[in-house]
């Protein structure tokens, strides 16, 4: 079986187009929605480093990937900088003939160490996510790890580097909204695109109900009282972001409405986990071990039919089903294991 150039469809038809590959379940941040300090303590057991893919199995999966029709690789964590020589595993999969677009999302704390490195290695764009810009308000999201200052100067050593640079925000109700505005004003002025992102239930820790979401169309009221919005057209099949620019400006800002508007049907990402197991949905309940059958010595077709099979059978639609799920009936993989 020849797989060169094609693409796989799942049970709605949806190519698989891009992979998402966490390379850690660590971070040096405990954002409340995401892995709240009182769940990951001290006491909560990460992966071993044994378990953990190496670059080079990396490196293999996302070819094989890349055959199945991948064309973007988007790297996360935990916090993929605390992975050690993460420019390694860029360089490696700058390598691989097939991709398009590689990209990293990270809470940029260690960003302005890094950055040079990362471009250097044929990284193409970072997302970096903040949240506000009041010191106050960042650091009671993040678990009192980090000030917005770090993450500003890792946002400028990415531009000076030459790395295309886009902000994310997650917005909570009660919590940040107030920051909406003030990170737009900031933003604009700079240039840099922001993308505000619906609070989602993710994972089984963050208490999330529909009360803490502030909806795109809230968003895009506030926004528009004081910066009038042009909309943009999607860039391509699958965006998840509704994208608009500042009038008479080229500078972007984008809403990700995967609570109020969902996106399902047009879903191309598959999920890798840090220690190899694939996933079709952030909020799957499993995923399907890649990792053994590899370390087992199986050969590439087989792992190209194990993966084709997978995706084949994949009928996810979590956020377009949404409101007829009951949300506490199963546990949700952990966003910080997943990666967003
Ligand atoms: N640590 C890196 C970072 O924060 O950029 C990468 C991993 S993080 C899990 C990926 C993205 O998921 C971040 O932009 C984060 O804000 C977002 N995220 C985490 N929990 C979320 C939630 N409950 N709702 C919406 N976005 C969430
Ligand atoms: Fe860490 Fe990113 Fe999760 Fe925050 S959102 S705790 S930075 S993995
Ligand atoms: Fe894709 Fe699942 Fe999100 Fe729907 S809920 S857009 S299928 S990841």
Redesign the pocket.
Known sequence: MSHAGSSIVDRHQRPLRDLRLSVTDRCNFRCRYCMPEEIFGPDYTFLPRQELLTFEEMERLVRLFVQLGVKKVRITGGEPLLRRDLPLLVRKIRRVKGVKDLALTTNAFLLDRYAVALQKAGLDRINVSLDALDDEVFANMNGGRSSVEKVLSGIDAATRAGLAVKVNMVVQKGVNDHQILPMARYFYKKGIPLRFIEFMDVGNHNGWNTDQVVSKQEILHILQEELPLEPLEPGYFGE?ATRYRYRDTQTEVGIIS?VTD???GS?T?A?LSADGKLY?????SAGADLRGPLRAGEEDEQLLQRISGIWGKRA?????E?AHNSPRSRQKVEMSYIGG
């Open positions: 998840v995967s969902s996106f399902c879903c990402r999920r079709t949905c952030l909020f799957a996810d639609r979590y956020s377009d949404r």
